[in-house]
Nanobody, 131 residues
Framework: QLQVEEYGGGLTQAGGSMRLTCVVSGQTFRNFALRQYFMGWFRQAPGQEREFVAA????????AYEDSVKGRFTISRDNAKSTVYLQMNSLLPEDTAVYYC???????????????????WGQGTQVTVSS
């Protein structure tokens, strides 16, 4: 079983920045290596469905973003640390949501954008942007 944990949420003002960190571990998964997997970030605002934010291929060569975050958010990864990041700049109140990190075991392009295409999920971290 893989474990996915997010860190770094909190409260900031509009226009501010925040970096989310996702750490993946697989203590019971033989030969686990994050470099084998695609990773994604999703978010869910109160009363809304969970939506795609960004995704990154296993070696970090290919990325994808939801239109509203393009140019403001950057997804990256450090496979040696089994870690994925989401750098969020120029934050807006509408970015307020619980942010989830997820792992896709398919390793097949194009990068997945649907919730159902990701097999492992973290518990989420709250990001609140005040106006």
């Amino acid at each position: 079983q893989l474990q996915v944990e997010e860190y770094g949420g909190g409260l900031t003002q509009a226009g501010g920045s925040m970096r989310l960190t996702c750490v993946v571990s697989g203590q019971t998964f033989r030969n686990f290596a994050l470099r084998q997997y695609f990773m994604g970030w999703f978010r869910q605002a109160p009363g809304q469905e969970r939506e795609f934010v960004a995704a990154i291929s296993s070696k970090g060569i290919t990325t994808a973003y939801e239109d509203s975050v393009k140019g403001r958010f950057t997804i990256s990864r450090d496979n040696a640390k089994s870690t994925v990041y989401l750098q969020m700049n120029s934050l807006l109140p509408e970015d307020t949501a619980v942010y989830y990190c997820a792992l896709d075991t398919s390793d097949v392009l194009p990068l997945a954008r649907r919730v159902t295409e990701y097999e492992y999920w973290g518990q989420g971290t709250q990001v609140t942007v005040s106006s």
